[in-house]
């Protein structure tokens, strides 16, 4: 039995529908390989991407928070150095004034003696005045000795 | 042990000859009858086959990344998913094995099918070298093959159906379904149940194996018949050419045509498995 001829032919045959398969269905079955391929890929990407996005987050939230409390004690500083200001300010007023109350206090006080050192030598030379008029059963016209007078009462005044 | 049985079919030669030729297995006998006479050939393919599939998903499960698959994890995922959407769809049972089963099925029965495409002389002459008389590369064309993935089948929906609903209700059901009665009518509608069940518990396989079996046989009928073109041919006749260029035209056209089928018929099979799985978990 020979079978050559035939057994070549049906090798063509063969390579020639392995050709088909290889132009006509093979693309489609590489191009379906190929696009779960490249959803899987993508996915993948998209997955790490976005842990990356949110470790990214976190660090920054973090940051962000140590920034809020960085600022929240400068501001409690900055507050509390303020008040003591403040304090030292209303202290150093209050002192001020006192010492000026004080001072004022002593001058009135020198004023009011001197006035009525004075009142009291005025005083006392109308007396004297008065009792030298008795005495000399006169009357002493004040203006003409005013100066006396007016000597006199400096001199009580001094003592 | 003796091969290549019926040597002397080949004396009558010409198409008769060629085909008969063809059609012979590898054959050794066992022991006295036509059981115990086993077809070689089938049982060396089937297992090849088997062997390589498991070769290559076991190789595709080794490297298989959680990654970017490469291109044939990307296939067999493919073909995974598509298996298991499938086995989703139709059974509702909850065997876990169901899906993995149908896609071994299916691989199978499409590689063993697919032997068919390879040129119909070339593994016999090959076989003629080393002395081998007959032999026969698709397995799934011996109806000794696809009678016995089917008893497979069988056996499995029998596992099946008592998974689901135990011994006892398996039986009861041979006797209660598809016609429910009570009283009298239980007891009348029993034996037609029974009937019925035992036409279908014996449908069921023959169909799956008749099936296979006839489309692998007839696809290889035709190529042998396409073969005959040439058959004995001179190079010096004229004939020889225009018959070669008939050949090859309807070699091609066939083959390309059969790409369909060996492919058609290994879904059938593994379909049909599903859904006879998934009916014989169902309760009626």
């Known amino acids: ?159 | 042990m003796r091969f290549g049985m019926m040597a002397e079919e080949n004396t009558s030669g010409g198409m008769t000859g060629y085909i008969k030729h063809h059609l012979t297995h590898l054959t050794v006998n066992q022991g006295h009858g036509v059981f115990w006479s086993i077809h070689l050939d089938s049982v060396i393919f089937k297992l090849g086959i088997s062997v390589f599939f498991v070769i290559l998903f076991a190789m595709a499960a080794r490297r298989a990344t959680s990654g970017v698959p490469g291109k044939f994890q990307a296939a067999v995922e493919l073909l995974v998913e598509f298996v298991d959407g499938m086995v989703k769809d139709t059974f509702h049972g909850n065997s876990k094995f169901i899906a993995p089963l149908a896609i071994t099925t299916f691989c199978l029965v499409f590689l063993e099918n697919f032997m068919d495409m390879l040129p119909v002389d070339a593994l016999p002459a090959a076989g003629k070298i080393f002395g081998v008389e007959h032999l026969r590369v698709v397995a799934t064309a011996d109806i000794n093959t696809t009678v016995g993935m089917a008893l497979g089948v069988f056996l499995l929906l029998w596992y099946v159906g008592i998974k689901h609903k135990g011994v006892v209700l398996f039986f009861k059901e041979w006797f209660t379904a598809p016609f429910h009665a009570h009283g009298i009518w239980a007891v009348l509608l029993a034996p037609i149940n029974l009937l019925l069940r035992l036409i279908e518990e014996g449908v069921r396989p023959l169909s799956l194996s008749l099936r296979l079996f006839g489309n692998m046989y007839a696809g290889e009928l035709i190529f042998l018949l396409i073969a005959c073109f040439t058959l004995d041919a001179a190079l010096s006749h004229v004939s020889t050419y225009v018959l070669g260029g008939a050949q090859f035209i309807a070699g091609f056209i066939w083959t390309a045509f059969h790409i369909l089928i060996i492919t058609l018929q290994a879904f059938i099979f593994m379909t049909l498995t599903i859904v006879y799985a998934s009916m014989a978990a169902e309760r009626h």
């Open chain 1, 1 to 159: 039995m020979d079978i050559a001829v035939t057994l070549v032919i049906q090798g063509l045959v063969f390579f020639g529908v392995a050709w088909l398969v290889m132009k006509f269905m093979w693309p489609h079955i590489i191009a379906a390989i190929e696009a779960r391929q490249k959803k899987i890929a993508e996915g993948l990407a998209a997955a790490s991407k976005s842990e990356k996005d949110l470790d990214e987050a976190q660090a920054r939230s973090k940051e962000i928070i140590r920034e809020a409390r960085d600022r929240a004690a400068q501001i409690v500083d900055q507050a509390s150095k303020r008040s003591n200001e403040i304090v030292d300010e209303a202290k150093g007023t209050a002192a001020g004034e006192a010492q000026r109350l004080v001072a004022q206090a002593h001058d009135e006080v020198a004023r009011e003696t001197t006035r009525a050192r004075e009142g009291l030598a005025k005083e006392v030379g109308k007396l004297a005045v008065e009792g030298a008029s008795r005495l000399l059963q006169r009357e002493i016209d004040p203006k003409t000795h005013a100066e006396l007078l007016d000597r006199l009462a400096a001199e009580v005044a001094r003592g």
